[in-house]
């Protein structure tokens, strides 16, 4: 038998990073994949619509949205819309580099801590391929905010692990701006300050050289104590805006008001089934909603094994790894205060605590700190101890084991991304935006479009405009057809559009009124006609009126405080005319040769086919 040859350490060490870089892009392309039909959905809509509105100034960077406070996600938005307007592979493609960022940087901090050694993959898979990132994912809006979270955890942590380990100021520079970098995308970035201290404190004996116990870890603490006041200015002035800005009155429950299901409760909910099941490749089964909304669903026995899973590993660690409880104390804080205060304080409701995307940014943190509860870092010998407390068993059995456990939660994986990935339907935004820019390319330029409201499958109704065509369709409108849109003349002939996104012609929702019993015409006082129209105005109240006339001419009135010049054609025929403020009558100017037969005032619609 010829003697087996040993590869160096150094050819076995690149191939192991090798593998782990290749991991990454393949990730991407299994989620690009599992969720090809994903598109602009619901709130998407109105994001889009928002960046519309002008230049990226203060008050479009700092207006509170559904609570938050997202200067990066609007800003982004804003870029991404005037550069390309609805390009999903432009936008999706910002996504996923966001998202192969943070995969880069928890990469970086598991061969930073373990080296490239085979165990390493393990905690890499685990994030890459986990469906607890999926939902964020897919949507936009939820991507917005959870994807550079994502990436702002993972460069913190990298940046502070390396501060601590080398002692250099420069890479806890760097923490701290990662941290601003994340608190100008999602407020629950204010939690990474407090996990990058609890790292410090309770984790550093088992990651930095001299450090034994809490005394230790205190006195490393207050040697870096210029990071915590960076840290402290950070928060401080973050707060100030956020509190200035009237952002915690838009969250979908307002602060101060009772919340739907109490604390624990949601903990349980969101921990004990949504993270949990996540964590092992669950939830296997979801409840669809609207757009891109999906809320975990797993079965009672899924998780009860998510339980037991979970129960398992926690004991197992600490059977054999010295030290394993301060890992999972690092990942307890995460995932207590950020995914479960924070969530809850501003979006507890009855049915709360089974959306997967409220704990996606945990992963990067599962990841880091598996494999610290498990793995011994290099270049420590865990400051003069045994890194474990027994000599964990290894062998075929073992490896057997992991590789069946490994398989298992790689098969729900695929499920629970594909069964999610089945329930995104976006046809109809694509086919309503679509006819729309189509619509829009082939009219002539100065048609009258008044502006309605979008199809209840686009974007969630909300207060402003944004739900508007004239702010949804701005993207894919050339510049005649947005200001028609923002601001329609009076016409004959107008224009709008129906709920596939085709424009065609208008007519009136609404009561119609003509004139008193016995006469063919409202009567005129000298060449006035007051007619009965009484209507609180609003974003696309219109009015019209029906008319008979002996050769093309024009009347006047004072509508939303200025005069108005509403032209009509020879014979008969409908005048429309935007009414923004509350009127309650209407003097009409006309000449002698006008019959006003009809008023009318409500909201535009289609004329029927």
């Known amino acids: 038998m010829s003697p087996r040859i040993a590869l160096p350490a150094w050819r076995h060490g690149k191939r192991i990073a090798a593998a782990a870089w290749a991991m990454i892009p393949l990730s991407v392309v299994c989620q690009v994949v599992a969720l090809r039909a994903t598109w602009y959905s619901v709130d998407d809509f109105r994001f889009v619509a928002l960046a519309t509105e002008g230049p990226p100034g203060w008050s479009y960077l700092t207006q509170p949205v559904y609570g938050q406070h997202m200067p990066g996600g609007l800003l982004l938005t804003w870029i991404l819309t005037w550069a390309a307007g609805y390009n999903w592979v432009l936008t999706w493609s910002v996504v996923l ?56 955890v993972a460069g913190a942590l990298y940046a502070h692990v390396r501060h601590l380990r080398e002692g250099t100021l420069g890479p806890g520079l760097r923490a701290v701006a990662w941290t601003a970098f994340g608190l100008f995308f999602f407020v629950k970035a204010a939690v990474i300050p407090l996990l990058l201290v609890v790292v410090t404190v309770v984790a550093a004996p088992i990651l930095v050289s001299g450090v034994r116990g809490v005394r230790d870890a205190l006195r490393l603490l207050l040697r870096r104590r210029l990071l915590l006041v960076l840290h402290g200015l950070l928060l401080a002035g973050y707060g100030t805006v956020y509190l200035v800005s ?9 602060v101060g008001v009772e919340r739907g299901i109490g604390l624990l409760p949601y903990a349980g909910r969101l921990i004990g089934a949504t993270f949990f099941t996540g964590a092992i490749g669950g939830p296997a089964a979801w409840q669809p909603g609207a757009g891109h909304f999906a809320n975990a669903s797993p079965p009672v026995a899924l998780v009860v094994v998510a339980g037991i899973v979970w129960t398992l590993a926690f004991v197992t660690s600490m059977v054999f790894r010295r030290g394993a409880w301060r890992a999972w104390l690092v990942l307890l804080t995460w995932l207590l205060v950020a995914d479960t205060l924070f969530t809850w304080l501003g979006r507890a409701t009855e049915w709360s605590g089974r ?22 870092v290099r270049d420590l010998a865990e400051n003069g101890r045994r890194t474990y407390l027994i000599r964990p068993p290894s062998g075929p059995a073992v490896k057997a084991a992991a ?44 048609t009258v479009i008044f502006p309605s409201d979008v199809p209840l499958e686009m974007p969630i109704p909300a207060t402003g405009l944004t739900d508007l065509t004239s702010r949804v369709l701005a993207p894919v409108a050339p510049e005649w057809a947005v200001e028609s849109m923002r601001a329609p003349r009076p016409s004959t002939e107008p224009r709008v559009f129906d709920d596939k996104g085709r ?32 209507t609180d105005g609003g974003p696309v109240t219109v009015a019209g009126i029906g008319y ?23 014979g008969d025929g409908v005048v429309y005319f935007p009414v923004r403020s509350a009127v309650r009558s209407l003097p009409l100017s006309v000449n002698g040769g006008i019959c006003v037969k009809a008023v009318a005032v409500g909201d535009p619609a289609p004329v029927p086919s």
């Open 97 to 152: 580099l966001l998202q192969v960022g943070a995969y880069v940087y928890v990469l970086r901090t598991l061969r930073l801590l373990f080296g490239d050694r085979p165990a390493i993959l393990a905690p890499l898979a685990f994030y890459l391929f986990s469906p607890l990132t999926v939902p964020a994912v897919a949507w936009y809006s939820a991507a917005v905010l959870s994807v550079p979270l994502q990436l702002a």
């Open 246 to 254: 009237g952002a915690t009155a838009s969250s979908y429950v307002a």
């Open 355 to 376: 959306e997967m995307r409220y704990v996606s940014d945990a992963a990067p943190v599962v990841a880091v700190c598996l494999a610290l509860a498990f793995l011994p």
């Open 403 to 446: 590789g069946v456990l490994g398989g298992v939660m790689a098969a729900l994986s695929i499920l629970s991304i594909s069964s999610f990935g089945g329930l995104i339907d976006t046809t109809e935004q694509r086919a309503y935006i679509g006819n729309a820019a189509r619509a829009l390319a082939a009219a002539p330029a100065g």
């Open 503 to 534: 424009l065609v012609k208008m007519t009136i929702k609404g009561g119609l009124l003509g004139p008193p019993a016995g006469l063919p015409c409202f009567p005129a006082t000298g060449d006035v006609v007051d007619l009965p129209l009484s």
């Open 548 to 570: 008979a006339a002996l050769g093309d001419t024009e009347a006047t009135a004072t509508v939303d405080g200025r005069l108005v010049t509403l032209p009509m054609k020879r």
